[in-house]
Nanobody, 125 residues
């Protein structure tokens, strides 16, 4: 059974930092593309950052480029999202996701096969 469990969310002031973690079980992450998405109240779930199975290629949504960094710890089967210079508009529930069918991979919710339950990030002004 595949499980993705996020942690590390919380309340932070604008300009602050948080590091989200996503621990996987039932899935060996180095073999798969992984990503972070977020969903704010009343909005669609949107792509934030992704990492190809090699871990050497990453992709970021324009609003977070230069502020967020996705990384992996293969030994721990965990991915991370380091978020710096946080803004109130970054407030959302953050989800990690994994793609296991390479032919279907896209950096959109439809391109992912497994999801965590999410962790809340709130940035106060």
């Amino acid at each position: 059974q595949v499980q993705l469990v996020e942690s590390g969310g919380g309340l932070v002031q604008a300009g602050g930092s948080l590091r989200l973690s996503c621990a996987a079980s039932g899935l060996t992450l180095p073999y798969y593309a992984v990503a972070w998405f977020r969903q704010a109240p009343g909005k669609d779930r949107e792509f934030v950052a992704g990492s190809m199975w090699s871990g050497l290629s990453t992709n970021y949504a324009d609003p977070v480029k230069g502020r967020f960094t996705i990384s992996r710890d293969n030994a721990k089967n965990t991915i991370y999202l380091q978020m710096n210079s946080l803004k109130p508009e970054d407030t959302a529930v953050y989800y990690c996701a994994a793609n296991t069918v390479r032919a279907r991979l896209s950096w959109s919710p439809r391109g992912m096969d497994y999801w965590g339950k999410g962790t809340q990030v709130t940035v106060s002004s």
